[in-house]
């Protein structure tokens, strides 16, 4: 079974532009998680999307936005890119909604702001 | 709100050496309890995980008990292989009634083995 799989893999962009990356998860799973990793915050929590819904969110402002597919498929937007925006974002997913279940993570997109 | 604490690194150890990675937690309920690894330009793979107290998560050598008396869930390997440097990341998650949950994770700990 392939794993979870994530585009573009590295993304240079500056600051003021937008972003999309992609996450295809597991076959099977309806569950996205997206989270942020930085040296300085370690790995955060942005938001969870189950059956096309966003389900969960964390502590990010309205600039990250995502959305999934009816395929389980998802994409998040970050808008009006800054500095601090630079980091790999990870997208993990799982057969059902968050809670207990177990997260497969893909590689990541390493996304840097010029 | 959660939280998970990881010993700072790095671990600096010696092959066939013995491995402790130190997490506690702090959480309202019951949490289960994971332990990721991250190599070098990858992803999280997940390591081990327990779901109630006094479980005990093992893989590939590594092993770690949920303790509820004392909020922790230790990693531990007895013989660590260069081949085992990598981040580690303990992380929590719990699904409360009625609320959403936002996983935690703690900040990682890196390993490094030495031939």
């Given at each position: 079974k392939a794993g979870v799989t994530q585009t573009p893999r590295y993304l240079i962009k500056t600051r003021g532009q937008q972003v999309t990356l992609s996450c295809s998860p597991i076959s099977g799973h309806r569950s996205?998680?997206?989270y942020q990793q930085t040296p300085g915050q370690g790995l955060q929590f942005l938001f969870e999307y189950f059956s096309e819904t966003q389900r969960n969110k964390g502590n990010f402002p309205g600039r990250f936005s995502g959305r999934q597919f009816s395929n389980s498929r998802s994409e998040m937007n970050v808008s009006t890119l800054e500095l601090g925006d630079s980091a790999l974002y990870l997208c993990a997913s799982s057969l059902d909604e968050g809670g207990t279940d177990t997260q497969?993570?893909?590689p990541g997109t390493r996304l840097t702001v010029l | 709100g959660n939280s998970v604490t990881q010993m700072e690194g790095p671990v600096t150890l010696s092959e066939e050496a013995f491995l402790t990675i130190n997490c506690t937690y702090t959480a309202t309920g019951y949490p289960s309890l994971?332990?990721?690894v991250?190599?070098?330009g990858e992803g999280l793979q997940l390591l081990l995980k327990a779901t109630k107290a006094?479980?005990?998560g093992s893989n590939k050598g590594f092993e770690a008990t949920y303790r509820k008396?004392?909020?922790s869930f230790h990693l531990e390997k007895g013989s660590v292989q260069v081949s085992d440097s990598a981040v580690y990341f303990c992380a929590l998650s719990i699904l409360p009634a009625g609320g959403s949950y936002?996983?935690?994770f703690g900040r990682g700990?890196?390993?490094i083995v030495h031939p």
């Open positions: 996205v998680s997206w497969y993570f893909g | 994971f332990w990721y991250q190599y070098p006094d479980d005990k008396e004392t909020t936002i996983p935690t700990t890196s390993l």
